[in-house]
């Protein structure tokens, strides 16, 4: 086979590849697909993308048929990358945590917070700790005051459950970034990978999102017998669906309304969309506002993510 007929196969061989995990528009007739705009979704990359890739079909998928239009599925490589392309436009709807949510938002006035999980009125993060570092479960707050000189990691450094909220309350302990080994923090990138790290002992100890660690005690994933958790935080607003301030002039007036009631009236008793639910860790969706993310932002002003 010619160099050039080798690339042909391999250009074709991802196409088909990825065809199917990120256009879900089969179910729209092929006229209508021809005349109507992609409904562009995506999500901070906080877990693998195996995980992120199924999920993120699957509610395309749904959106596609609940609204009648083509929806894509747009993976975007970290945090930043998903901030800026809401920004810019390229993407119409963007699963966001806590602190990008509001970098989103005020990056693009008008933007729309259309949903939040019955989860993430009050949610948690957790810190852990390996085993082997001696760590034990403290009983309070102060008890952070523990970690300094500890080899420890953060998440991702845009993550409000894994490094935003965390150093907050690390901060009020006393505990300043420069005071863990080394003189400075690690960042894993992701909530799965924190976990990773910690439990291999190449961090003794880390702060991870509630929901992910339970997820990885139920698969096994995070073995009890080389890692704990050493405390919980208490409850702060946290992830959000935002939707570009055009939705209505782009899909037709009255759609951002139809697409928050889409989310909203998720149920487990239709099994589409409680194989969805189970996938975000929740029962259900509610409305949010962009207010209730006030502590966020003002958080993320102190600790200077936001500017």
């Not at 010619?2 to 179910?27: K, M, N």
């Not at 993976?75 to 989103?104: C, E, H, K, M």
Request: aromatic fraction near 8%; proline fraction near 6%; include cysteine.
């Amino acid at each position: 086979m010619s160099t050039r007929e080798r690339l042909a196969a391999g250009v074709l061989g991802l196409t088909l590849a990825l065809a199917p995990a990120v256009v879900c528009q089969s179910l729209i007739p092929v006229s209508a697909q021809a005349t109507r705009p992609v409904l562009r979704i995506s999500a901070i990359p906080d877990q693998n993308p195996e995980k992120l890739n199924r999920l993120y079909g699957q509610v395309a998928q749904l959106l596609s048929k609940q609204l009648g239009v083509p929806v894509r599925y747009v993976p975007v490589i970290d945090y930043t990358a998903a901030v800026s392309a809401f920004r810019t436009g390229n993407l119409d709807l963007v699963w966001f945590g806590g602190l990008t949510g509001v970098q989103a938002r005020l990056q693009k006035p008008g933007a729309q917070v259309i949903a939040q999980r019955d989860i993430d009125a009050s949610f948690h993060t957790v810190f852990i700790a390996n085993k082997a570092s001696g760590l034990q479960p403290i009983a309070s707050q102060k008890g952070l005051s523990e970690l300094k000189g500890k080899r420890f990691t953060f998440g991702s450094e845009s993550s409000t459950s894994g490094r935003l909220m965390p150093q907050f309350f690390l901060q009020q302990a006393g505990v300043k970034p420069s005071d863990f080994a080394g003189g400075a923090p690690g960042f894993s990138g992701s909530h799965d990978a924190t976990i990773a790290l910690v439990q291999s002992g190449a961090y003794q100890a880390g702060a991870v999102n509630e929901q992910v660690w339970k997820a990885n005690l139920r698969s096994g994933k995070a073995n009890r017998n080389k890692v704990l958790a050493i405390w919980r935080t208490p409850g702060y607003p946290d992830y959000h669906w935002i939707g570009q301030p055009n939705l209505d002039e782009r899909f037709g007036k009255g759609f951002t309304a139809k697409l928050r009631g889409a989310i909203i009236s998720w149920r487990p008793s239709n099994p589409e969309q409680k194989a969805i639910l189970q996938l975000f860790g929740a029962q259900q969706f509610t409305a949010a506002k962009a207010s209730d993310y006030a502590p966020i932002e003002r958080v993320g002003r102190q600790i200077g993510k936001i500017r």
